[in-house]
Nanobody, 125 residues
Framework: QVQLVESGGGLVQAGGSLRLSCAAS????????MGWFRQAPGKEREFVAA???????FYAESVKGRFTISRDNAKNTVYLQMNSLKPEDTAVYYC???????????????????WGQGTQVTVSS
């Protein structure tokens, strides 16, 4: 059973920074692609960033240049550094493990199988 636990969310002013963490257990972490998604009230869950087991990174256009995804395989943890935050970044952020057979192109919810419980990020204007 895979377990993912996110942490690091909170309230921050526009222009500020937060770093989210996602601790994984129950699977060989170093061989697994990982991703971050977010869901704002009344909206669908959307892709934010992903990282392959080898460290290749993928970002949504809306966060490129502001967010950085990274991973520490020794700690079974993936991170999302969020800088220059905007009110429109407000959402619940989820981490997820990528399905081994899904493509790295057009990453979406169905490309991932196990999900964490989410952590709230609120950016005030």
């Amino acid at each position: 059973q895979v377990q993912l636990v996110e942490s690091g969310g909170g309230l921050v002013q526009a222009g500020g920074s937060l770093r989210l963490s996602c601790a994984a257990s129950g699977r060989t972490f170093s061989n697994v692609g990982m991703g971050w998604f977010r869901q704002a009230p009344g909206k669908e869950r959307e892709f934010v960033a992903a990282i392959s087991w080898g460290g290749s990174t993928f970002y949504a256009e809306s966060v490129k240049g502001r967010f950085t995804i990274s991973r520490d395989n020794a700690k079974n943890t993936v991170y999302l550094q969020m800088n220059s935050l905007k009110p429109e970044d407000t959402a619940v952020y989820y981490c997820a493990t990528k399905r081994p057979t899904s493509t790295w192109y057009n990453l979406q919810v169905t490309s991932f199988d196990y999900w964490g419980q989410g952590t709230q990020v609120t950016v005030s204007s």
